[in-house]
């Protein structure tokens, strides 16, 4: 983890205090769009941080040097900000307000920044301190003594590789990328490559930055975003379209995450800080993380943490308020989008492209026996499932495959597929209603004995898992298990002929979306808006999520649009070997 309690820092930090991960920069200083001050009470946290100063003014309550200082000085100045933008006077005075024996603050990491051989100290110390309370990072002297050149320092530590620090210190790194562009630099190429390659194969970094590993450290993964956001990575790529997936899997029922079997606020407080860098909407967008901080306020104004019992200190509410403040971290001007807003595509030939959510593959360069005609993500997005015509299954990422029709003579092809709520079965359903269950997915009933005006073309599951519903091309629907019959399109008169269905996250309505891009809603699905008769070709499939204020449908030349909340398309066509069949999330 790149976070310790007092118990265990000794072993792993040594003299490397800056293993503690904290936010992002902000050369843009002003509060992303579509971000809110979540409801932490910032007077009662700012008196605790200032109840633990120590004689020699910092905040070194856990006894290690460099540890919490940093983190509580950027959240006395992220709690001073009154105006619009950003203002370093403000930050300064505020945090030089803060004195117990004639000593402040910036007494103490003055004495630190001249002692310190650390590169990632010094980058730190850029990032929390210098920067944003506008001292200067070359020439720092707060006391008015000898200055000291944090810049120098931690380009003394740079390695060949790109990285920083000694080998093990992977936050040294993701520090150095933070602080580069607060003084004026692009972060490295070879730093930006350094953090890239250092992901693990679950989308998320490890303390020791190793790629190898399994673990799912929060702390790391939320800085390691923050930085590659710093680098200018794009957030809508792969590595941090990965990223924001596996946080999305882990995030606890109360909207928090965990480290070391616990929910955790540091942990909890960087990935909010993460996810903002790269331009996910906390508030609308991720359940109940905005009260998760706000919940573990205690009465003295600290937010609590499980390392309370190794003894209480300002950490965990530190990083609390730089999370709910979000004015000077992380970066900002990010576009601002929604997990539920990404997508994948695939053609007829299996290509598979993702927007805004992780590749795994396709089968884009295998000949196939027929072509593809659907596909399913897992629940967590870490993986995805695609079907062609023949009910073969071809499984990426953490999709399991669980069986399949390939080897069987079906009445009718296959049209499509829908993947159980636990991700470990699914349905395939074939043109005349014929439903084939595999893995823990259960079957419920088909319209394969029955004569159909029109044929089937798709099939959604109800969040329970215990019902599906299937959708013929005249918008007629057939309920099954505990889905529930809400209404169709089956006695209209279309101007095209409906192409999928997507349901509500309570299942308790669902959508319908014709090839000209119309869409009718049903139950507790609201209308949404459509681009019917617009610059679309033939609208193939309609993709929901989470929320019910969403969905996405694309056309077979890969131009998709972004209905509700987040609207925003068509986005344009993409350059195919095949047509675009099937989309999911």
């Given amino acids: 983890m790149s976070r310790r ?8 930090l040594g003299a490397l205090a800056l293993a503690l991960p904290v936010p992002t920069l902000p050369w843009i200083p002003a509060p ?79 004495d630190l920044a001249e002692t310190t051989t650390s590169a990632g100290q010094a980058a730190k110390l850029i990032v929390l301190v210098a920067a944003p309370l506008g001292l200067p990072a070359a020439a720092f002297n707060p006391q008015g003594d000898a200055a000291t050149d944090l810049v120098a320092k931690m ?3 740079r390695n060949a590789n790109g990285s920083f620090g000694p080998p093990g210190t992977f936050n040294a790194t993701l520090y150095a990328a933070l ?61 941090l379209r990965r990223a924001v997936a596996l946080l999305k899997a ?52 600290r937010v609590t943490s499980p390392n309370d019992s190794f003894g209480v200190n300002t ?67 870490q993986g995805y499932w695609l079907v062609a015509a023949d009910g073969g299954v071809f499984a990426f990422g953490d999709a399991r495959f669980l069986g399949s029709t390939g080897a069987s003579t079906l009445n009718q092809p296959v049209v499509g597929m829908a993947a159980t709520p636990t991700g470990r079965g699914y349905w395939l359903v074939a043109r005349d209603g014929g439903v084939f269950a595999f893995g823990d997915a259960r079957f419920l009933g088909s319209t394969g004995a029955l004569t159909l005006n029109k044929a089937v073309v798709g099939m959604a599951s109800t969040p329970s898992g215990l019902g599906y519903w299937l959708v013929a091309r005249d918008g007629g629907v057939f309920a099954f298990g505990d889905a529930r019959f809400l209404g169709s399109t089956g006695a209209l008169a279309l101007n095209k002929a409906v192409v999928g269905i997507g349901a509500t996250p309570d299942g308790l309505g669902y959508w319908l979306v014709a090839a000209d891009a ?27 999520g989470r929320r019910a204020d969403g969905y996405v449908y694309a056309d077979s030349e890969g131009r998709a649009v972004v209905q509700g909340s987040n609207a925003a398309g068509p986005s344009d066509r993409l350059r195919l070997n095949a047509p675009i069949v099937g989309i999911a999330a």
């Fill in 315 to 381: 950490f965990a509410t530190s990083q609390a308020v730089q999370a709910v403040s979000r004015r000077w971290l992380p970066v900002l001007g990010r576009p601002v989008y929604c997990p539920d807003d990404g997508y994948r595509l695939v053609a007829s030939d299996g290509g598979v492209f993702a927007v805004r959510s992780p590749y795994f593959g396709s089968t884009g360069a295998l000949k196939l026996n027929r072509p593809m005609v659907g596909m399913a993500s897992t629940p967590g997005g």
């Fill in 250 to 301: 882990s995030q606890l029922p109360s909207g928090g995450w965990a480290a070391f079997g616990a929910e955790d606020p540091n942990a909890t407080a960087v990935a909010i800080l993460g996810l903002t860098a790269v331009g996910e909407k906390i508030d609308a967008c991720w359940g109940a993380a905005g009260d998760a901080l706000p919940a573990r306020q205690a009465a003295d104004g």
């Fill in 179 to 239: 602080a580069h562009p607060l003084v004026a630099r692009s972060v490295p190429s070879a730093t930006r490559d350094f953090i890239l390659n250092a992901q693990q194969g679950n989308g998320g970094w490890g303390f020791a930055g190793d790629p190898k590993g399994t673990d799912v450290d929060i702390d790391t993964t939320g800085l390691a975003l923050q930085a590659l956001a710093a680098a200018g990575v794009d957030p809508q790529g792969d590595a």
């Fill in 155 to 157: 380009d003394a530590g």
């Fill in 518 to 544: 119309g869409v009718f809603a049903f139950g507790d699905a609201r209308f949404l808006g459509s681009s019917a008769g617009g610059v679309f070709s033939t609208v193939v499939g309609i993709r929901t």
């Fill in 5 to 12: 309690t007092p118990a265990v820092i000794g072993t792993v």
């Fill in 32 to 110: 992303p769009a579509g971000a809110t001050t979540l409801s932490l009470d910032l007077a009662r946290a700012t008196a605790f941080i200032r109840s633990g100063q120590q004689g020699d003014g910092g905040f070194e309550t856990a006894g290690f040097p460099g540890f919490e200082t940093p983190d509580a000085i950027l959240a006395l100045a992220e709690a001073a900000q009154t105006g619009p933008t950003w203002n370093a006077t403000t930050a300064r005075t505020a945090v030089a307000g803060v004195v117990r024996n004639a000593k402040t603050p910036l007494d103490y990491v003055d």
